[in-house]
């Protein structure tokens, strides 16, 4: 259930955030391009997401029996299907059909957007959905930002790379500029909510701060605190010190941002994969 978590989550990242910055944010006179550049990866990220979002129903029917053979047993699936978990993991077979018809179809804006949808279904499954009422409408609202926001800050990582190596082409040069300036301003604004989000989440799930080190989900909580706090650092020196170096040091500058960014992805999954853990795990 884990790696199936995981899987779904790092390829969704990658529509939402990928796709997203490519049409949305990037500008038009890179948007083709990056498209065209993210083509293979969307293609994957999308058979990946049918592929977990299929095998997630047995799994979580053989682990709600403790039982493997429920994976393929019709009565117990049928049963499972009649409760609130099968409803859910109905609603994301679903809507993983329309992002193979909206990918299918070349709408990379609608690709996005159902992506982020799907997403968004974790706010209703999870500890954020455990809540009743308005205080759980609250939770699970933050539970999506937070969400959202993440995962778009690390799937853009992946075209913004390409940008950064547009431009040392100099036709590409400006527009590739223009494009950076805008990640960095929804780089800023995505950040500062992930981490406003994610103080907000934790109260609201534990009631306090996470410093219960005897506890395997504070454990793992507070591993993805100190990496998502390394990702922070990278960016900011990304944008404040490596920035404004382009201009006069473009060939050191360019290479230095890259490697950032491919840490900031590694300690991105490394997150992902904590979330996809404890996620699971009772916050007690």
Same mark, same amino acid.
């Given at each position: 259930?884990?790696? &199936?978590?995981?899987?779904?989550?790092?390829?969704?990242?990658?529509?939402?955030?990928?796709?997203?910055?490519?049409?949305?944010?990037?500008?038009?006179? =890179?948007?083709?391009? /990056?498209?065209?550049?993210?083509?293979?990866?969307?293609?994957?990220?999308?058979?990946?997401?049918?592929?977990?979002?299929?095998?997630?129903?047995?799994?979580?029917?053989?682990?709600?029996?403790? @039982?493997? #053979?429920?994976?393929?047993?019709?009565?117990?699936?049928?049963?499972?299907?009649?409760?609130?978990?099968? @409803?859910? =993991?109905?609603? @994301?077979?679903?809507?993983?059909? *329309?992002?193979?018809?909206?990918?299918?179809?070349?709408?990379?804006?609608?690709?996005?957007?159902?992506? $982020?949808?799907?997403?968004?279904?974790?706010?209703?499954?999870?500890?954020?959905?455990?809540?009743?009422?308005?205080?759980?409408?609250?939770? @699970?609202?933050? !539970?999506?930002?937070?969400?959202?926001?993440?995962?778009?800050? =690390?799937?853009?990582?992946?075209?913004?790379?390409?940008? =950064?190596?547009?431009?040392?082409?100099?036709?590409?040069?400006?527009?590739?500029?223009?494009?950076? #300036?805008?990640?960095?301003?929804? $780089?800023?604004?995505?950040?500062?909510?992930? /981490?406003?989000?994610?103080?907000?989440?934790?109260?609201?799930?534990?009631?306090?701060?996470?410093? !219960?080190?005897?506890?395997?989900? !504070?454990?793992?909580?507070? /591993? #993805?605190?100190?990496?998502? *706090?390394?990702? &922070?650092?990278?960016?900011?020196?990304?944008?404040?010190?490596?920035?404004?170096?382009?201009?006069?040091?473009?060939?050191?500058?360019?290479?230095?941002?890259?490697? *950032?960014?491919?840490?900031?992805?590694?300690?991105?999954?490394?997150?992902? *994969?904590?979330?996809?853990?404890?996620?699971?795990?009772?916050?007690?």
């Amino acid at each position: 259930m884990v790696l &199936t978590r995981f899987f779904h989550d790092g390829a969704l990242s990658l529509v939402w955030g990928g796709l997203g910055y490519a049409t949305c944010i990037a500008g038009p006179d =890179l948007r083709q391009a /990056l498209v065209r550049r993210l083509a293979a990866i969307a293609d994957l990220s999308v058979c990946i997401t049918v592929a977990t979002s299929a095998a997630a129903f047995p799994i979580q029917t053989a682990d709600i029996t403790a @039982q493997w #053979k429920s994976a393929w047993d019709l009565g117990t699936l049928h049963l499972v299907a009649e409760t609130s978990v099968g @409803q859910a =993991l109905a609603v @994301q077979i679903a809507t993983g059909v *329309g992002l193979v018809v909206a990918v299918l179809v070349r709408a990379h804006r609608t690709s996005a957007a159902i992506a $982020g949808s799907m997403l968004c279904e974790l706010a209703f499954s999870g500890h954020a959905a455990e809540g009743s009422g308005f205080s759980g409408l609250i939770h @699970q609202a933050i !539970d999506c930002v937070h969400v959202l926001t993440g995962c778009a800050w =690390l799937g853009a990582l992946i075209p913004f790379m390409t940008v =950064l190596r547009m431009s040392a082409v100099p036709e590409l040069r400006q527009a590739s500029l223009r494009a950076m #300036k805008r990640f960095s301003v929804w $780089g800023h604004v995505a950040v500062a909510l992930v /981490l406003i989000s994610g103080l907000a989440n934790i109260w609201l799930t534990l009631g306090r701060l996470p410093f !219960d080190f005897t506890s395997p989900y !504070d454990q793992k909580l507070i /591993l #993805k605190i100190f990496a998502v *706090g390394l990702m &922070t650092s990278i960016a900011i020196a990304n944008r404040y010190v490596l920035v404004p170096m382009i201009r006069k040091h473009n060939s050191s500058a360019r290479p230095a941002m890259i490697y *950032g960014c491919i840490a900031e992805i590694i300690l991105g999954a490394f997150a992902l *994969g904590l979330v996809a853990s404890f996620g699971l795990q009772d916050p007690a």
